[in-house]
């Protein structure tokens, strides 16, 4: 599995701690429960596992999605990495409504004005040069937050694990595309000769 703290993927070393290992009632299978610890030297990590058929199925600390928080202001990043953290609990209903309040401090952020989140997103696109397909996906980030906050919203089918997947995954690309891709074009202009 991957680590938790250093992201690194390896096999996780046991601690001289036993096992415990309990029977799935009613078939051949068994739960694991034990202490792991990262492979890695820097990191050594100590992590709680349950196993079942010889694969991780929840750790503690949890495993969490990768996010590259470069120049990210403060308030759109605290709004993100909460539902990154939402998901890594499997909270998928809290985590596509922390998706959707990363979108709209994404907007204030970048002075988008409306009398609701659909008219800021769409002012963000005047505000701010985006693709019309990440301007699409993000009135889509909009409609399962809804989902996810309201009873009548029934734009989805669900707000699920996979549904809440792609939404951090697009709202990593439009934060990217709001926020990164200028300083690496800098970095860029940087090393050209002079």
């Not at 993927?9 to 299978?29: E, K, Q, R």
């Not at 196993?51 to 590259?68: C, H, K, N, T, W």
């Not at 994404?106 to 002012?123: M, V, Y």
């Not at 889509?140 to 989805?156: C, M, P, T, V, W």
């Amino acid at each position: 599995m991957r680590c938790p703290a250093c992201k690194q993927y390896g096999t996780l070393d046991a601690l001289s701690v036993p096992d415990f290992v309990t029977p799935i009632a009613g078939t051949a299978g068994q739960v694991v429960f034990g202490q792991r610890r990262c492979p890695n030297p820097a990191c050594r990590k100590h992590i709680f596992v349950v196993m079942e058929g010889g694969r991780v199925a929840i750790s503690y600390p949890p495993e969490q999605l990768d996010f590259d928080s470069t120049n990210i202001p403060a308030a759109v990043r605290k709004a993100f990495e909460e539902a990154i953290e939402c998901h890594s609990q499997q909270c998928f209903v809290a985590s596509a409504i922390m998706v959707r309040k990363t979108l709209e401090e994404l907007c204030r952020d970048k002075g988008a004005t409306g009398s609701n989140l659909r008219e800021r997103i769409q002012a963000l696109g005047k505000n701010i040069v985006l693709p019309k397909e990440l301007l699409e996906g993000a009135d889509n980030l909009r409609l399962l937050g809804n989902d996810a906050a309201h009873i009548e919203s029934q734009e989805y089918q669900q707000v699920g694990k996979e549904e809440v997947e792609l939404a951090v995954e697009f709202a990593k690309e439009l934060l990217k595309a709001a926020y990164q891709y200028a300083s690496l074009l800098k970095k860029f202009d940087a090393l050209k000769k002079v």
